[in-house]
């Protein structure tokens, strides 16, 4: 994993928060960036990667979103984006994390598995098409 930084976006990467999110309303943008909500893995001045944090009941940690570019993949970094990430949330007293694919990613899925989350549930047909998504809890 060769020199990746990785951190909390700030106000001058609103764009390209935007273009890595196109499925944040951009009047959530500001505030996210604010609560440090979204983060950013970079190599060599580019951004390559990219992870929003939800809370569900205002209080849950939950993955939004995360996502690595193609090329990148398979190098330890989306990982590396984890761990952040749980370190982040250990030191605010969470005690566990939790995120989700659709039933039908299974290298996403196969993911989540490889770095310690658990399946703990299924909402059916919650996704355009009819599709559902399975969630996974980590413990922190």
Not at 23 to 32: F, R, T
């Amino acid at each position: 994993m060769d020199q990746v930084r990785i951190r909390f976006a700030t106000a001058a990467d609103e764009s390209t928060c935007r273009r890595m999110d196109p499925y944040l309303p951009d009047a959530a943008l500001a505030p996210k960036i604010a609560a440090q909500e979204l983060i950013l893995a970079e190599l060599a001045e580019e951004t390559i990667g990219y992870l929003r944090l939800e809370y569900i009941w205002g209080k849950i940690p939950y993955i939004g979103l995360i996502w690595l570019k193609p090329a990148h993949r398979g190098r330890g970094i989306g990982t590396a984006v984890l761990r952040f990430l749980e370190n982040y949330l250990r030191e605010r007293g969470c005690r566990f994390l939790l995120s989700s694919s659709q039933v039908n990613e299974p290298e996403p899925q196969a993911w989540h598995r490889a770095v310690g989350f658990r399946e703990c549930g299924i909402i059916a047909g919650i996704n355009d098409g009819g599709i559902g998504e399975v969630f996974f809890r980590k413990e922190l």
